[in-house]
């Protein structure tokens, strides 16, 4: 094919300024910014003040930013644990050559293509209402008295409130990702499994489980790319003020840079700002080299 | 294959069905949960805010009240939001096919210097946390004084809609371009077709089934985009859904409309639900044809 400078430059020109602005200057900008102090976002450069590493150690001395990463941590590993358990789990079932198979799995899908913000409202003001709540007849319905009264939304259970209700609508994601997975197993290993004697359950851990390590890891790196980014469901479990049991670092770095009305003890400052965008972005860095040393599958082939 | 799997379910296995029968058990009970979810709240969007507390949502005493949606539409300026989505949607995804696909095609079918570069930068950005990248830019757009006028702020807010999607579209669209086989653009030069007119005429179509895949996930991201609205959004008429709504719910407190809250609850979810019911295996094949294992 004949290289047309024109046309390459006319594709790949906009696409490519687009990029630059959006991700390769601010990047490396707030790389810097991490360093500064910087009393209000829109301040020149010549009203930056170098503070070294100063933006992180005072954030990482604040109790309330330390709370967050705390809760942030708390929601990686426990929802999780939740998430990536009962998704495999679904995909598994989905899996076995269950009828309605799609009917099933675009219920429950459905969640990821409804707006948070509605998806949450649902749960806060219907699933967890302490006097007209789905749980409270549920569970009275069961004969289970003190779940039934348990108050969901309160300073103790709030944070579990939001850690099932983010996670129900999660699950569905990664239950696909799993049984796309789980499809892409030869029909012959579980042929081969069956003549030599092996049950379904020997099979699930000896050959289904194994097999899928590649999507364990992406699984775990796409929900930890979620995670990161984890803050409308916080913002509406706590609407007004950022609350201890419920606050994650996007939260506590909006409050940074355009404060809050509630939150004196939390001063303006675009640079700390920054640096909790650093310490997600290698948050995740990390996550990704992690499970790509732990779980090497190139020395599978399938 | 698939012929043979359809013949051997239709006749029923009582032994085999018994097997899967915790299975169904469990589906059905998340399914039958998700539903009572949909119901109530679509239940209680037509009750009164008295009939909700007083738990009475599924018995409709008064009938059903419709005039909740007519007020949520028009005194909650649902309408606008709405209307504001719409847009927003409609013109950054039909940007984002503009830019991203020629984008994808050259970056596939092309060598020239920095394309390797830019094709892992653009897979590694999608694991960028927003956040990383959102403060110099609000900077550069606030003190452009971008943001003091609703036209700009709106063009401000479509091109970081479309600049935030262009690593994800770009990338799945060039898979699509990878496997369209060459041979039609050869024939086309052959033919003495230029090759601008050949991508627009004859690549383009053929990567149709991607194109309206990854049009769909965009939508719906961008009809419930939450975050860069929130910071850059600067007047109640630009709000989009989600961030009105979010601003209902504060102010829940003082106007106690609860049966009007649950309308405009509705009335959020309705387009990205019906865009589901007709194009849920489209959106499920999507996401489980862009797994890498």
Redesign the interface.
Known sequence: ????RA??L???L???I??L???????I??VF?SFFSIME????VSRWHFNGLGNYRSLFSASLFRQSIWNLLKIWTLGGLITLTISL??AV??S????GK?F????????N??????MA???I???FNP??G?LTHFFRAVGLKQLAELQWLDGEHKFWALLLSYCFGMIG?HM??W???I??IGREYYEAACIDGAGRREQFFHITLPLLR??LK?NI?MWS?SI??F??WS??FS??TPDTSTVVP?VY??VK?FGAESVDAISRD?GS??A???I??LF?LFV?QLTNRLLK?DDLEY | MRAIERKRYSTLHLGRELRLLPGYLVLIAWVLFTAALLFWVLAASLSTTAEIFSGEVLKFPTGFHFENYVKAWVSSNVSVFFGNSLFYACVSCALLILISAPYAYALERFTFPGRRWIRSSLAAAMGVPIVMVIIPIYTVVARAGLLKHPSSNRIILILLFVAAKIPYTTTFLGTYFSNIPKSYEEAAAIDGCHPIETFWRIVFPLARGGISTVTIFNFIAIWNEYFLSLLFVNSDALRPVALGLFSMINGMKYSGEWAGLFASVIIVFLPTFILYLFLSKKIIGGISGGIKG
């Open positions: 094919m004949k290289r047309n046309m390459l006319a594709f790949t906009p696409g490519t687009l990029f602005g959006m991700f390769v200057y601010p990047l900008r707030t910014m976002i829109t301040d020149p789990l679904l079932i989905l076995s050559g269950i009828r799609s099933f799995q675009a219920a429950i899908y459905l969640p293509v409804i707006s948070a913000v509605a409202t649902m749960w003001q219907y699933v006097s007209y789905f994601h696909l990702i049984i796309s997975g499809e892409r590649g999507i992406t790196v790319i990161a980014g803050f409308v913002q509406l609407p007004l996007m770095l909006y840079l675009a700002g920054a909790i965008g650093i997600l972005s995740v990704f599958d």
